[in-house]
């Protein structure tokens, strides 16, 4: 993801496709992209990361996201978080 640090449009497809994946070794990475790159990948990477919503980290990103600039990503976070303490924190997906 290093090489393409400035590709707003490779980072979203990166995060969509590590949550299709869902490999949990991928969290670290989506968390990075959650919080600090272009709206398309914190929007993508924050709807990658609701499959692991048992994960205090990522349960911990999503709270923060609920603060995000964008009203996307906050919209996002608040019904991802809704949806997964519906859900029991259960995985999703």
Known sequence: LAAHADDP???ATAAWSLG???DAAAVPALI??????????????VEALARWPARAD????LGL?????SE?????AE?????????GGR???
Do not use: N
């Open 20 to 22: 299709q994946i869902g």
């Open 72 to 76: 996307l990503v906050r919209e996002a």
């Open 79 to 87: 019904r991802l978080l809704a949806t997964t303490a519906r859900a």
């Open 9 to 11: 449009e490779f980072l």
């Open 65 to 69: 996201a609920r603060h995000d600039r």
């Open 58 to 61: 990522v349960r911990r990103t």
């Open 91 to 93: 995985r999703a997906g």
């Open 32 to 45: 990075t992209l959650a919080r600090r790159s272009f709206l398309k990948s914190r929007l993508a990477a």
